[in-house]
């Protein structure tokens, strides 16, 4: 919903009970947001859901909304279960930022569908919190922990290294951007299958799931996936 106030009007006295917050943004927001220190630290102890969405993006300084909501998310209790940013201008210091702050141990859902994420900073969200069973990104390579592996011997180097990463994740929700090969994708979803024993679903945009199925069935017949 867009909120309907000059002033932290809906903030006042729900320090102790606001639960779930879901809101657009927009300059004006921000602002009044700071002005009024709506987002400072530890004033939500039990705020279990946050989502945010940038929806006027021309108007807003490039990243400012995910750096709004990052500080404030990561300075709530440890409650959190839902964490929600769209952002377009997002930058990929927002995982880092959550990754370093160990206290969102509680955290199930993490959608940040406009941030850049590789195989490698997908491990590490999941070795720190982990009890994640759903993610949202794009999806843009193996990364740093990878980059020296050759394709055919991912699945190998993965399993023997990660195996089983993690016993809740089951969801994995990948954008794709520009020129990302789709096959690069659907491997990376191969790769949740063999190292998360309950993964059970990778979506993809819709134009993109008939792809997706092929290039799937395709590495199933690798060897190195059997």
């Known amino acids: 919903m867009d909120y309907p106030f000059k002033d932290d009007t809906l903030f006042r006295g729900t320090s102790n009970t606001l639960e779930y917050l879901s809101m657009n943004v927009n300059t004006e927001v921000i602002e009044m947001a700071q002005k009024y220190?709506?987002?400072?630290?530890?004033?939500?102890?039990?705020?279990r859901a946050f989502r945010i969405k940038n929806i006027n993006t021309r108007l807003?300084?490039?990243?400012?909304p995910s750096k709004a909501a990052t500080k404030f998310a990561l300075s709530v209790s440890s409650k959190l279960e839902i964490l929600a940013?769209?952002?377009?201008?997002?930058?990929?210091?927002?995982?880092?930022?959550?990754?370093e702050h160990g206290h969102m141990s509680s955290l199930q859902l993490l959608a940040i569908p406009d941030a850049f994420l590789t195989l490698s900073q997908i491990?590490?969200?999941?070795?720190?919190?982990?009890?994640?069973?759903?993610?949202?990104?794009?999806?843009?390579?193996?990364?740093?922990?990878?980059?020296?592996?050759?394709?055919?011997q991912l699945p190998v180097v993965f399993a023997q290294k990660y195996a089983p990463l993690s016993n809740n994740f089951r969801v994995l929700q990948l954008g794709h951007w520009g020129n990302t090969d789709i096959a690069v994708v659907a491997r990376c979803a191969?790769?949740?299958?063999?190292?998360?024993?309950?993964?059970?679903?990778?979506?993809?945009?819709?134009?993109?799931?008939?792809?997706?199925?092929?290039?799937?069935?395709?590495?199933?017949?690798?060897?190195?996936?059997?």
């Open 37 to 47: 220190k709506v987002f400072g630290g530890n004033k939500y102890p039990n705020l």
């Open 60 to 64: 807003m300084r490039p990243g400012a």
């Open 190 to 226: 191969m790769l949740m299958v063999i190292a998360c024993p309950r993964f059970t679903y990778a979506s993809v945009s819709s134009h993109l799931r008939e792809k997706m199925r092929k290039c799937i069935l395709e590495l199933m017949s690798h060897d190195s996936f059997i």
């Open 85 to 99: 940013v769209e952002d377009i201008a997002m930058e990929a210091t927002i995982v880092p930022s959550i990754v």
């Open 123 to 152: 491990v590490v969200l999941l070795e720190q919190i982990p009890i994640l069973t759903d993610l949202h990104c794009h999806y843009t390579g193996v990364g740093t922990l990878f980059e020296y592996v050759e394709d055919d």
